[in-house]
């Protein structure tokens, strides 16, 4: 079943009728069903999906209560009710502003995705430094048999001298343990915030290697490049879609069993 959120959503009619559309216990009979949660007669909510009439604030939240949505996502379906109730230019833009504010928080990777470890500015220069301490460190956390420097060295093709100095960098910062001659995970989730001064050589190592990959020309890996013209509205929609990708890759990642692969993504959306 489509997954329908109403921050995906200006138009509560749109999300209302997308959400009858894709309803959990089947579109025929939702309308009366919600209009009876909200109060008021089956005619009058068909005018309100129409367009004929409109919620009031205190529809909103008892539409809320009955879609079981979060506090935030209530607030936000009362936000763009108010929108759509507005009846001047300048309210409608008062509106639309705060619309945008929360889009754009939302948008930013850093408040949708949850570091499990925090580790001093000092060791997230030198983790972000080299594109191989991220790599040797998920190896040893998720890789069976990525646990010695030999092992390292052939999947990794980098001297024994790199990988002993990335492996103790590692595990003086706690994020791997030694375990006799062979490691393990110590800490798994690291996550490196837009606003952090190592981002730029972050994305740089990993598209420097991305391009070193197009030389295998392995047909079971994926490159793409692009210019389009498009308007602005369908920029934003776009940039929707791939922070959704992105959630899901995080989801499929994380429950990926006997996990035997090292992978990586680049991704790039952005205006010339």
Not at 49 to 63: N, T, V
Not at 102 to 111: A, D, G, W
Not at 199 to 204: K, V
Not at 262 to 267: I, Q
Request: charged share 25%; net charge positive; aromatic share 10%.
């Amino acid at each position: 079943m489509k997954s329908i959120q109403v921050y995906d959503f200006h138009d509560y009619r749109a999300y209302l009728n997308e959400y009858i559309l894709h309803c959990p216990l089947g579109k025929h009979g939702e309308k009366s069903r919600i209009a009876s949660a909200i109060r008021c007669h089956n005619g009058y909510f068909s005018q309100i999906l129409m367009g004929k009439a409109d919620l009031s604030i205190e529809q909103a939240q008892d539409l809320a209560e009955y879609l079981s949505l979060t506090p935030e996502e209530t607030d936000y379906l009362i936000l763009i009710v108010s929108y759509g109730r507005a009846g001047t230019k300048k309210l409608r833009e008062y509106y639309f502003a705060k619309i945008r504010s929360i889009e754009e928080k939302r948008m930013r990777l850093q408040n949708r995705i949850q570091s499990a470890k925090a580790i001093s500015k000092e060791d997230q220069n030198i983790y972000f430094s080299a594109w191989y301490y991220s790599v040797i460190h998920l190896g040893i956390t998720s890789l069976p048999g990525f646990d010695s420097v030999p092992s390292m060295q052939k999947i990794l093709n980098l001297p024994g001298d790199t990988i002993k100095e990335a492996l103790q960098f590692l595990e003086n910062a706690g994020l791997i343990q030694r375990d006799g001659g062979r490691f393990k995970a110590g800490s798994v989730d690291i996550y490196l915030g837009a606003d952090s001064s190592m981002i730029r050589a972050h994305h740089t190592h990993w598209r420097l290697r991305a391009m070193h990959s197009l030389d295998r020309q392995n047909a079971e890996e994926t490159h793409y490049s692009a210019v389009v013209t498009l308007n602005r509205e369908d920029f934003v929609v776009i940039r929707k879609q791939i922070l959704k990708f992105l959630e899901g890759k995080r989801k499929t990642v994380s429950e990926s069993k006997n996990e035997n692969t090292l992978a990586a993504l680049t991704l790039d959306w952005f205006m010339i």
